[in-house]
């Protein structure tokens, strides 16, 4: 078992370990009992998702990954964790174990210990030689892909626009506020 | 060439879509659920892309984008449910569901 460790090159080594990283933090996202710290666990997930798409040689899909996914869509999670207010006694009903300043520190030493591990990990493969010989060998760069998405997957590309458009006006329709819009014409009645 | 086996890429595809998916069917809260189902987007995701990389073609990576696309569109809708839910019943509780009628 460790003779095959040992026999791994970097790369592999490195893309071991960012699965191993993906697979704990998933772990902890669907055991944890805080919706926010949670979160945080879902975006030290969707890093170490990225950094396994830059070693397979997609960095396009690994920085889409970051962007999107962990910038955008984790940030509509924050604003609806905001507006449920959720964050606000949350953190009293955790197990307090020696005080108020003991359990503040367990509670961001996860995420940060495992995000840490996934940022050693993306330096080193950035900078070691042997890595970056072998990515360069097999990477796929933005270019082909977006050549793809104009070319043949265009029709895709309009169906997707459909999509977040409805997503758009659904996500308006169902969160306005109870009542708006519903009730216009007795709301017309009362003022004329 | 590429230096990491198709088969393990996919083992870890399909773990991240096992967790993904008991998240989805062991949580109560709807907030876990749609977290859990990000999880396992992503997952589809990494098969993609591992795909498109042992076979040296950007298709993998044009699903992926896809998947992104009906990803942010799904987090869109379902939050605004939850908005919903919680102005309701005052809780995320996906068992409050069962009392909807039409």
């Known amino acids: 078992m460790i003779s095959t460790f040992i026999q791994l090159n970097p790369l592999q080594l490195t893309f071991y370990s960012a699965a191993l990283l993906a697979i704990v ?21 969707l890093l170490a998702v990225a950094v396994c798409f830059y070693l397979m040689g997609a960095p396009f899909a690994a920085g889409l990954e970051v962007i999107v996914y962990a910038g955008a869509i984790l940030i509509l999670f924050v604003f609806a964790i ?32 495992l995000a840490l591990l996934l940022l050693i990990e993306l330096v080193y493969a950035i900078n070691s030689g042997e890595v970056q010989a072998k990515l360069t060998s097999n990477t796929i ?14 029709l895709a590309v309009e169906i997707a626009s459909f999509l977040l458009l409805a997503g758009l006006i659904g996500g308006y329709h169902f969160a306005k506020p109870e009542g708006v819009g519903l009730d216009r014409k007795k709301d017309l009645g009362e003022h004329g | 060439m590429i230096a990491i086996p ?23 809260n709807t907030l876990f659920i749609l977290m859990s189902l990000e999880v396992m987007l992503n997952a589809v995701g990494v098969a993609f892309i591992g795909a498109g ?14 998947i992104l696309t009906l990803a942010a569109a799904e987090v869109a809708l379902g939050l605004a449910l939850l908005i919903q839910m919680q102005r309701r019943f005052k809780s995320l509780d996906i068992d409050n569901l069962s009392k909807l009628k039409g």
């Open chain 1, 25 to 45: 933090a998933s772990l902890k996202v669907i055991t944890g009992k805080n919706t926010v710290h949670a979160l945080l666990y879902l975006v030290v997930s």
């Open chain 1, 82 to 113: 905001m507006m449920f207010g959720l964050g606000q006694d949350e953190t009293l009903h955790a197990p307090n174990i020696d005080g108020s300043k003991v359990n503040k520190f367990n509670l961001w030493f996860g995420p940060f210990l």
């Open chain 1, 141 to 154: 760069d933005a270019k082909q892909v977006g050549m793809l998405l104009y070319g043949p997957y265009l």
């Open chain 2, 6 to 28: 198709l088969s393990h890429i996919l083992i870890l595809a399909s773990i991240l879509f096992v967790i993904g998916f008991i998240g989805v069917i062991t949580r109560k």
């Open chain 2, 53 to 66: 990389s042992a076979w040296q073609q950007a298709d993998g990576q044009v699903m992926f984008i896809l």
